[in-house]
């Protein structure tokens, strides 16, 4: 387990596409908190908050740490995983033994996916105007 002291806060950052989360664990009871409310509140969808709980479910800390959140940009997939992504972070910089776990399921690793740009000529990323033959 951790051999931190009980009154210390870990801070760490987690991103994905164009959304960044600062997030900042210390020992409490389980409560997660995503810009001033509840994570459930802020991500309505059983989806989402499962993505965000999954780092604290792999550890079995959900009971004994309090996560406080604070998410900027993009949509809301994308905030849920640039949260997940940063609890992963935090727990690792908590307990270096939680890496292989974390690892091995994917939430260490920074999606690297992203929109890609417009460019000149084009409607979009590829989508070119519609050929015609007359």
């Known amino acids: 387990m951790a051999d931190k002291k009980t009154t210390e806060m870990v801070r760490a950052l987690g991103r994905r596409k164009t959304a960044a989360a600062r997030v900042q664990l210390t020992v409490g009871k389980g409560t997660i908190i995503v810009n001033g409310k509840d994570y459930k509140v ?3 969808t059983k989806i ?10 792999t550890v079995s800390k959900e009971k004994n740490l309090d996560v406080s959140v604070r998410v900027l940009g993009g949509g809301p997939a994308g905030q849920a995983d640039a949260v997940r ?5 935090g727990l690792v910089k908590w307990d270096e033994d939680f890496k292989p776990a974390l690892k091995a399921l994917g939430y260490m690793t920074r999606d690297p996916r992203a929109k890609e740009r417009k460019k000149p000529g084009l409607h979009k990323a590829r989508r070119a105007h519609q050929w015609r033959k007359r």
Do not use: E, M
Request: aromatic share 12%; net charge positive; proline share 11%.
């Open 42 to 44: 802020y991500f309505p």
């Open 48 to 57: 989402l908050q499962d993505k965000v709980l999954a780092p604290l479910l």
């Open 85 to 89: 992504h940063g609890i992963s972070r």
